[in-house]
């Protein structure tokens, strides 16, 4: 049975191999978006919490990819804090992995936005790279 997740990925092999980009680099990415375990990261947040795929704190991980220079990720910051703080005691963690390579600016944003999420610096975009997202703002 084609779900549209199933159908999200055959969307998303495709335009890997139009931006020359080969799929099976992107195995593990996939395979985590249909529900496998396979993405493998381990980040220690802004708050010094250390959070792994398998190791949280809780039920569900909503994981966030965004950057400060990214309009529409600075738009929806303010909902994704009233979803983190809604859910929160259901066991939801949400982790937004900025980008940024300016950790000044970074700071500064997270302030003056009032984020109450768990936050990680990710300059490399070794992450985001992981999950195959390179344009802001992707929720996984």
């Known amino acids: 049975m ?4 199933h159908t999200f990925v055959v969307h998303r092999m495709t335009t890997w191999y139009r931006q020359g980009i080969n799929p099976q680099s992107r195995l593990s990415y996939l395979a985590a978006y249909l529900g496998h375990r396979d993405i493998h990261f381990s980040i220690a947040t802004d708050d010094g919490k250390h959070i792994t ?13 965004w950057e400060t220079a990214c309009i529409p990720c600075a738009k929806e910051m303010p909902s994704l804090s009233d979803f983190a703080r ?4 259901e066991g939801v963690v ?22 109450v999420l768990e936050t990680h610096r990710d ?6 790279q992981g999950f195959g997202t390179y344009m802001f703002p992707e929720l996984t």
């Open 94 to 115: 949400v982790v937004a992995i900025s980008a940024d390579e300016d950790a000044v600016k970074y700071g500064k944003f997270l302030s003056d936005h009032h984020v």
């Open 53 to 65: 795929p398998t190791n949280f704190g809780g039920n569900l991980l909503v994981v966030n990819f």
């Open 86 to 89: 809604k859910f929160r005691s």
């Open 2 to 5: 084609l779900t549209i997740c």
């Open 123 to 128: 300059p490399s975009r070794r992450i985001s």
